[in-house]
């Protein structure tokens, strides 16, 4: 299960980027985009590589990042930025494919996004939202993805706030 509580591990006590739950979840991302996109026609003004790129850059923007804070904290810093700005990418590229079908994002207090939000939670086995995404249409699998995205965002933010606030803290200390 990936842990999404305000428990994540910092990256400012060296923990391996393979064991945060935001790498995890961006690979996550990445693997049910592959599939989403190589099992649907992609508009091509949406550009099914480039949402894939977009999720491939996340996760290793991530790995770069937790990687670069020993050496550099502020570059790391910038590139969990990058990682960051992957998602919000991807989560506007798929709300233009959910705009083109005809159907409205799931909000945050919708059934459907809290069900999937709490699958999410409950899982880190890319092969359970596969499942979800081959089974739906392309609004309700744009949307899983979307739900995927957001919780990703949620675990990089407290991450990059958290080394914010130490490189703040180690700058006025000097």
């Known amino acids: 299960m990936i842990d999404m509580s305000n428990n994540t591990p910092l990256i400012s006590s060296l923990v391996a980027y393979e064991d945060l739950a935001c790498y995890k979840r961006a690979v996550i991302i990445h693997d049910v985009m592959c599939h989403f996109c190589g099992a649907r026609t992609i508009p091509t003004y949406v550009n099914g590589d480039m949402l894939i790129r977009s999720a491939r850059m996340c996760e290793l923007n991530i790995a770069e990042g937790c990687l670069a804070l020993p050496i550099s ?10 990682a ?9 590229r798929l709300s233009s494919l959910i705009g083109l079908c005809n159907d409205g ?3 945050p207090d919708s059934t459907k996004y809290k069900r999937m939000w709490e699958i999410g939670e409950e899982s880190d086995d890319v092969q359970d939202f596969i ?9 309700a699998a744009a949307n899983i993805l ?9 675990m990089l933010y407290k991450i990059i706030q ?11 200390s000097e």
């Open 84 to 92: 960051q700005s992957s998602l919000v990418d991807l989560r506007r």
């Open 105 to 107: 994002l799931w909000m």
């Open 131 to 139: 499942f979800w995404v081959s089974r739906s249409d392309d609004a």
């Open 146 to 154: 979307i739900v995927l995205i957001n919780q990703a965002d949620v």
């Open 162 to 172: 958290s080394l914010a606030r130490e490189l703040s803290a180690d700058g006025a």
């Open 73 to 82: 904290p502020e570059a790391g810093l910038v590139l969990l930025q990058s």
